[in-house]
Structures are given as C-alpha cells and as structure tokens.
C-alpha cells in the first residue's frame, strides 16, 4: 500500500480565497482525521470520520472550515475565506478498526498551507 | 476528556548519551499510549505503542518506553542517541470509548556531535 497520500504538499493562496486539502487514507480503514500542526499549538485533531461518517469536529476552528468523506477512499478539508492565521502543517492520518478499539493512527506527509 | 502534557519544548543531548523523553497523561480509565517521531518535513511515524500487558514496551530504532499509572506517565528512552535521532517526538493518548487520538505539542530532540 502507498500510505495515505495528500494532495497538494504544498499551498500557497491569497487571503480570502478558497482552499481545499485532500486525502486518500490507506485502503481498508475505517478511521480517518484530519490535525493541523503549528508551532503555537502544536497538533491539533480537528475532525475524524469512522466509515465515513463524522464522528467528532469539536476540534474545527470556525465555520469556515468544513471537512467531507464522500466515500471511503477520499476526503476533502476546505477552508474558505482563507486567512493568513489559517497558515499550518495539516496532516490527514488514518487507521483501521480493531474489535478493542486498538486503533493506531498512520500519517500522511502533510500538506503546508501559507495564506498571504 | 484526555490530555497529554510534553513538558519539555527542546531537550539537547550529546550523541551516544542516553535519553529520556517526559509524558503525562491525563484521562480516567485504562488508556493507550503512543509515541511518534516527525523528522523535518515529514509526516509522524509511530515509533512504539502501548494498549495493555507488559508496561514496559519496546519500539523501533531501539526506543523503548515505560507506563507507570502511579505517575500517570509514559516515558520515552534511548540507552544511546545517535545524531540521526534529531526530531521533534509526540507522546499521544488514545481511549477505548472513542477513537480519536489526542497529541502532546511535542518535544524537539537536537544532538551535539
């Protein structure tokens, strides 16, 4: 398996544009989240989906961020407007499910978004 | 809800010292424990895992760490750093009642030759 693969690694746009991350997790997980890495916060879950579904997205800053998983082998985190604060590592990670919830994250390369 | 505290931000030892990487966890049950590395410009890759059993838990690249409930604590150590052990090291909780995985802001982990 190729890991999970993010798209683009790297971003750069103006503020007030919109901005759509992607990720393909590893074939046969059940789990996938969405973290942003930043020096002030460090990393950060903000939204993970079990089979598709959204489980938790208390971690989303703002309703300017929304984050889909049409179907098993893609998801998507949009921002928009896009702000300058909004600069971050964002990291798509996935994991399998196992009877114990034994669950064990595996993490894309990362996609850095500069917003200027 | 669970939390993970990283107290140290940089930690800078001599190569071929030992090492030991501090974490506190803060959750009510049983948890699991990870530790992942993140070299520059990376992705994270999980260096070693606990979810019950033996406390003490070996890992890749000669890692090991050590789960003490007492303390609420799982410490990350190395007999012997070598300069490729340069990152930055996140110490992460997960529950059984749910999924997600929560992270320590991490420490960066510099060598001296």
């Known amino acids: 398996d190729a890991g999970v693969i993010q798209s683009p690694r790297h971003e750069v746009t103006e503020m007030g544009q919109e901005v759509t991350l992607r990720c393909k997790p590893i074939s046969g997980h059940d789990y996938l989240f969405w973290y942003r890495q930043t020096m002030m916060r460090g990393l950060e879950l903000l939204i993970y989906?079990?089979?598709?579904?959204?489980?938790?997205d208390s971690g989303m800053p703002e309703d300017r961020f929304s984050a889909k998983m049409p179907n098993a082998s893609f998801s998507t985190l949009k921002i928009q407007p896009s702000e300058p604060r909004d600069s971050a590592v964002y990291f798509c990670?996935?994991?399998?499910?196992?009877?114990?919830?034994?669950?064990?994250?595996?993490f894309g390369q990362g996609t850095r978004l500069t917003v200027v | 809800a669970q939390s993970v505290t990283q107290p140290d931000i940089h930690i800078t030892v001599s190569e071929g010292a030992s090492l030991e990487l501090r974490c506190n966890y803060s959750y009510g049950a049983t948890p699991y424990l990870f530790w992942y590395v993140q070299s520059p410009g990376q992705g994270l890759q999980l260096l070693l895992k606990y979810f019950s059993g033996d406390t003490l838990v070996q890992g890749i690249k000669g890692f090991e760490a050590e789960f003490k409930r007492s303390q609420s604590s799982f410490n990350l150590r190395k007999p012997s750093v070598h300069w490729s052990d340069a990152a930055e090291y996140f110490c992460?909780?997960?529950?059984?009642?749910?999924?997600?995985?929560?992270f320590g802001k991490g420490t960066r982990l510099h060598i001296l030759p």
């Open positions: 990670a996935s994991s399998p499910w196992t009877f114990r919830g034994e669950t064990e994250a595996f």
């Open positions: 992460a909780v997960g529950t059984y009642r749910d999924d997600k995985i929560i």
């Open positions: 989906f079990n089979n598709n579904v959204p489980i938790d």
